[in-house]
Every structure is written in C-alpha cells, then in structure tokens.
C-alpha cells in the first residue's frame, strides 16, 4: 500500500498549484479548478451539474462558471476528475469536456459501484458496467500530468468502493473521505461503504506531511460558522471531532456506525447514482426520443 514516502518520490510536495474553489450553494458542493504554475494546463474536480429535482429540470449555470473562469483565464483543461460516484450532486464532466477538451478520471472501482447500483435501478444489458464511460480508471499509485505537475493517486475506499484522494503538489483533494475539522468524516452505509475500510484510508490522508493543504469536496457549515474548504493534514489531526491523533480504529467504527445509522438519505441521490454512474451523462433516451430517471421502490 503506498504511503507518504512513495508519494514524495514522484510528487514534487513543495510545488504549490493555484487552486480556485466554486461552492454550490444548492448542494454543499465545491469544486475545484486547479493550475499549473508552471504552464496554462488545469484541471477540473468535482464539477456540478443543476438539477431542479421537483420539475426535472437538467440546467448547467454552475458548469459554465467554471467554463467561463477557463476560458477568461487563458487555461487549458486536461483532466476532469471524479473523486467518486457522488450520491448528493450530479457530475456535469462531458458538458465540460464537450466545451473545453481533456479528459474524464475516477477510481477503477467504478465497475463494483456500477455493478451494485445497475442492479439497484434495473438497467438493462446496454449500460456497460466496465467504466467505459470514463476516460481513465485509476488504480491506487498511478500517476497523471497537468502541464508539468504529477499527479498521485490514492484509493481511499470505505464511503464508496471508488473513492480516490488525488495529491498534486502540496494540495490532496480528499472528495469525501474527510471534511473539515468541525464536521468529521463521510458515513460509510452506502452499500460498499464500510467504517473500519474508510478509518485506514483516512489515516493514509493523515499520514502526509502536515502543512499539506486537504480541499473538501463538501462542507456544511456545522454550528452556523461559514462556509470552508480548505484545511491542513495538521489541523485534521489536532482536531477532527471523529479522527483526531488518538482515535482508535474501534472507537471511530462505533461512532461512525452509530451516526450512520441516524442519518437519511440524500436527496439528489437517486438521480445523482443513475447520471454519476455513467460518467456524468444522462440515461439514453427513448423511442420517443425522451429521456427518463428512475425511482426504485423500496431499493435503497
């Protein structure tokens, strides 16, 4: 299993990338837009796309803020990553890719999620559960550039089998493994997910260096404060309410299973499952040309 001393050898942890964050307000989202400073070449995290659930209503205002701020900047966009098959926000990666180019990432356990939730929403023999939809599947350790910057990957399963945490330079981008100090960690009852799995991959997080800036996919603002993003390895480990040095593995599995299990669903996440699991695009349509979601009785 790699750790932070494998990490070191192929990525430079002093490089400081420019990293612009973009919150979507509807659904506690952030995304980011991370540049080379070396060279114009970025790449998107976590994008958004708009839904108006109720009226079933697919817009993209979030996607083209972040396409304008691209364009206005001059960038050139060579990856647009998944840190995982989001179950709160829908991915808008090929609206993004059909303006800007590059190319669609997420972890290679795509395939068990898809395998799972194919199931889950009936899908027939024509949706691929091979991650064919996406332009790479990465495995833990592998590697990718943006401009002159390496990027590592970690697979940081227990949320979802396919969660990756990606470190570029000094910046990890943890999806959501982690969330800021003051909010703890991401439940692990989805199926796959699993709280003993998800306390190791967050102390491989934990086990960077401790001035590493951790950009969270989501934050919630707990208590009222205003809304963040952005902490430290150090900070997390002083800190995090679930996770902090001196948790044992037992007791965060019995805190985390114990939250868990107040917690409902949320509520973009039977169209976000269906739309996320294909990369980001929408069910094929019908013969009537028309496109449709499904809500599974009693399937979740």
């Known amino acids: 299993m790699t750790q932070a001393a494998d990490i070191a ?23 980011y837009v991370v540049r080379d400073p070396a060279s114009t070449a970025c790449a998107v995290i976590d994008s958004v796309m708009d839904i108006d659930y109720a009226a079933g209503r697919i817009t993209y205002a979030s996607a083209d803020a972040v396409i304008a701020f691209i364009t206005a900047q001059g960038l050139t966009l060579e990856w647009l990553i998944e840190t995982h098959v989001h179950a ?52 833990d350790g592998d590697t990718y550039q943006i401009g002159t910057m390496t990027a590592f990957v970690l697979h940081t399963p227990g949320h979802t089998p396919a969660c ?13 493994t982690l969330f800021m100090p003051d909010g703890g960690s991401a439940r692990a009852d989805f199926p796959g997910g699993d709280a003993r799995t998800l306390f190791r991959s967050i102390r491989r997080v934990l086990s960077l260096p401790d001035a590493t800036r951790l950009f969270m996919c989501h934050d919630y603002g707990p208590n009222g404060r ?71 009785i009693n399937g979740l």
């Open 164 to 176: 990756t945490t990606h470190v570029i330079g000094d910046a990890a981008f943890v999806g959501d």
């Open 226 to 296: 205003e809304i963040r993003w952005e902490t430290t390895v150090a900070e997390q480990r002083a800190h995090n309410i679930h996770v902090h040095d001196g948790i044992t593995e037992d007791q965060f599995v019995e805190l985390r299973e114990a939250r868990d299990k107040t917690l409902g669903m949320p509520k973009l996440i039977i169209p976000s499952l269906q739309i996320n699991m294909r990369g980001g695009d929408l069910p094929e349509p019908d013969d009537s040309g028309k496109r449709f979601l499904k809500v599974p």
């Open 88 to 139: 709160d926000h829908l991915s808008s990666a090929p609206y993004i890719q059909g303006k800007l180019g590059g190319k669609i990432g997420i972890g290679a356990q795509i395939t068990t999620v898809q395998e799972t939730f194919g199931k889950v929403f009936n899908e027939g023999t024509d949706f691929q559960r091979d991650g064919s939809q996406f332009d790479r599947l990465f495995q």
């Open 9 to 31: 050898h192929v990525v430079d942890l002093t490089l400081q990338p420019q990293v612009t964050a973009f919150f979507d307000e509807p659904t506690n989202t952030v995304t």
